[in-house]
């Protein structure tokens, strides 16, 4: 399944994030051995965890919500964090990132879903976050695109306009704060049931879980 996903993905030069969450090491190892390198965890601790017990060269993200009191457990590692949805989150992140004298890599998330329940920004919420004097004195954290999750819905077309929505808010914002940062250029978006739907619509990271590991069991 690995190799049939990344085949996919070359033609459009996306990335793949390998989603081991709640994943043994045992698991994970056997895609790190097929040459896969990059995997997320939405978990703190478990992320921190996996990343003590694992090669040191796998290139670690964190893709869920990250409460900030976590920051630290993965702040002297991690090299992208894609859900970003608040200035109090990016302050705690500068920091730590400062205790460890490293510049994280961060993405803006975006609430492009119907669902009630994600997390995320909208225009004005980041247009607030991106012109505020505390942002600009960050000098720890980059910001190099956005992230959201469309609705879980069998609704294609809905899909397809949730897609559509981030790459437009993605636009918006190279033209308006990044136009000459070469380093904004990633949209995150796209899992195992949508990720075909999201490189055509112009991601540059899809995030796959259970399509590579299989279903997860919690308990
Ligand atoms: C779990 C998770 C994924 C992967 O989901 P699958 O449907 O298993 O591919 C992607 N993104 C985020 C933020 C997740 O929490």
């Known amino acids: ?85 608040s200035l109090k ?18 993405l803006l998330q975006f609430h492009i879903a119907q669902e009630q329940s994600k997390f995320g920004l909208n225009w004005d919420t980041a247009l607030e976050l991106l012109n505020s004097e505390m942002f600009k004195s960050f000098q720890n954290i980059r910001i190099v695109g956005v992230m959201g999750m469309a609705t879980f819905t069998e609704n294609k077309m809905q899909v397809l306009q949730e897609f559509q929505t981030l790459k437009r808010l993605y636009d918006q914002l190279k033209n308006d704060f990044f136009v000459n940062d070469v380093a904004f250029k990633e949209i995150s978006m796209g899992m195992s049931g949508d990720y075909s739907l999201a490189i055509q619509e112009g991601s540059t990271m899809v995030r796959i879980g259970s399509l590579i590991f299989g279903n997860r069991q919690y308990n």
């Open 89 to 106: 989150l990016l302050k705690e992140i500068n920091k730590q990132a400062k205790k460890n004298e490293r510049v994280i890599d961060c």
């Open 1 to 85: 399944m690995l190799q049939k996903i990344l085949q996919e993905l070359k033609t459009s030069n996306a990335k793949l994030v390998a989603v081991s969450k709640t994943k043994p090491i045992e698991q994970i190892l056997e895609v790190y051995e097929q040459g896969h390198k990059i995997f997320g965890e939405n978990k703190a601790f478990e992320l921190k965890e996996k990343y003590e017990a694992m090669p040191k060269d796998i290139e670690w993200h964190f893709i869920g919500h990250l409460q900030t009191n976590k920051v630290k457990y993965i702040a002297s590692f991690v090299q992208l964090i894609h859900a970003v949805d």
